[in-house]
């Protein structure tokens, strides 16, 4: 038996409540957090000469308050759990903020018709791993399209349209089994394009963008001629015309037809037969 100086401590030990259980990392509140973190730093992260994100003051964040902005949608009206943002045509300046990796419950991203430049991160579908709709076309966009984009496994549609974008398109996107739209045009993408790519999706998905081949936009690729190779093959053709044109106009003297070549005779008024010589020089 414990000492009575004890039985107190652990009397009231006994009759306290229960603790309430703390959250899980990225469960209950944390991740309304991590929302509000997201739009925050997509604000302070490009320059809106237009004005199109004013409404977000997050004065007041509480009850999905957030929802209500300007090309935001939530999945319930009830808290703040961003599940779109479709800021099209608001004329917003930058590069892709990296705070987007904030709003991870995401399914849709449409940054289209801005003026939006640098690379598109590799870690864009680490950031959006549940992104269907991804919207970056009309913008300034610029380097390669990220092989990791085939990473967006629940990729539904994927439009890079309208930007500065070059190098090859990578095989890795054919790996995409649920895309159902694809719009690349408009770049500057060169190389073959991927087979199965090529085999589903029609010429319009690819078209504007002069350095690439194969099916759908031609039936095979080639290695091609730079400047220099090109005006090699083309004055190599004229050069071998008109010496086959000259080659032509001798032959036609020297057979006798032409008007200077007529047959001289020789001594004695009868004709030299094997001895005649062509007025054009020639020996015939």
Same mark, same amino acid.
């Not at 237009?50 to 009830?78: E, H, K, P």
């Not at 300046?93 to 018709?113: H, K």
């Given at each position: 038996?414990?000492?009575?100086?004890?039985?107190?401590?652990?009397?009231?030990?006994?009759?306290?409540?229960?603790?309430?259980?703390?959250?899980?990392?990225?469960?209950?509140?944390?991740?309304?957090?991590?929302?509000?973190?997201?739009?925050?730093?997509?604000?302070?992260? +490009?320059?809106?000469?237009?004005?199109?994100?004013?409404?977000?003051?997050?004065?007041?964040?509480?009850?999905?308050?957030?929802?209500?902005?300007?090309?935001?949608?939530?999945?319930?009206?009830?808290?703040?759990?961003?599940?779109?943002?479709?800021?099209?045509?608001?004329?917003?300046?930058?590069?892709?903020?990296?705070? +987007?990796?904030?709003?991870?419950?995401?399914?849709?991203?449409?940054?289209?018709?801005?003026?939006?430049?640098?690379?598109?991160?590799?870690?864009?579908?680490?950031?959006?791993?549940?992104?269907?709709?991804?919207?970056?076309?009309?913008?300034?966009?610029?380097?390669?399209?990220?092989?990791?984009?085939?990473?967006?496994?629940?990729?539904?549609?994927?439009?890079?349209?309208?930007?500065?974008?070059?190098?090859?398109?990578?095989?890795?996107?054919?790996?995409?089994?649920?895309?159902?739209?694809?719009?690349?045009?408009?770049?500057?993408?060169?190389?073959?394009?991927?087979?199965?790519?090529?085999?589903?999706?029609?010429?319009?998905?690819?078209?504007?963008?002069?350095?690439?081949?194969?099916?759908?936009?031609?039936?095979?690729?080639?290695?091609?001629?730079?400047?220099?190779?090109?005006?090699?093959?083309?004055?190599?053709?004229?050069?071998?015309?008109?010496?086959?044109?000259?080659?032509?106009?001798?032959?036609?003297?020297?057979?006798?037809?032409?008007?200077?070549?007529?047959?001289?005779?020789?001594?004695?008024?009868?004709?030299?037969?094997?001895?005649?010589?062509?007025?054009?020089?020639?020996?015939?």
């Amino acid at each position: 038996m414990p000492p009575p100086r004890l039985l107190l401590p652990l009397l009231l030990l006994l009759l306290a409540p229960p603790a309430a259980p703390q959250p899980a990392p990225g469960s209950g509140a944390a991740p309304q957090e991590d929302d509000l973190r997201c739009l925050r730093g997509v604000k302070s992260g +490009l320059r809106d000469p237009d004005g199109r994100l004013a409404s977000w003051d997050f004065v007041n964040t509480s009850g999905g308050a957030v929802c209500n902005y300007n090309g935001i949608s939530c999945w319930n009206m009830q808290e703040s759990r961003v599940i779109s943002l479709s800021l099209s045509g608001f004329g917003l300046q930058g590069a892709l903020p990296s705070s +987007l990796q904030y709003c991870r419950a995401a399914t849709t991203l449409d940054l289209s018709v801005n003026e939006l430049d640098g690379q598109i991160p590799p870690a864009l579908c680490d950031w959006l791993p549940f992104v269907v709709t991804l919207d970056l076309s009309s913008n300034k966009l610029t380097g390669p399209i990220p092989a990791e984009l085939a990473n967006c496994r629940f990729l539904n549609s994927l439009k890079l349209a309208g930007n500065q974008l070059s190098g090859q398109i990578p095989a890795s996107l054919a790996r995409l089994d649920r895309l159902k739209s694809l719009d690349l045009s408009g770049n500057r993408l060169d190389g073959q394009i991927p087979t199965q790519l090529g085999a589903n999706f029609p010429k319009d998905s690819f078209s504007g963008n002069s350095g690439l081949c194969g099916r759908p936009v031609s039936s095979r690729c080639g290695h091609g001629l730079g400047g220099a190779g090109l005006g090699i093959v083309i004055a190599a053709g004229v050069f071998g015309a008109a010496a086959s044109l000259l080659l032509a106009y001798f032959f036609w003297r020297c057979t006798g037809k032409g008007k200077g070549g007529r047959r001289r005779h020789g001594r004695g008024g009868s004709e030299s037969g094997g001895a005649a010589v062509e007025d054009g020089s020639c020996y015939c």
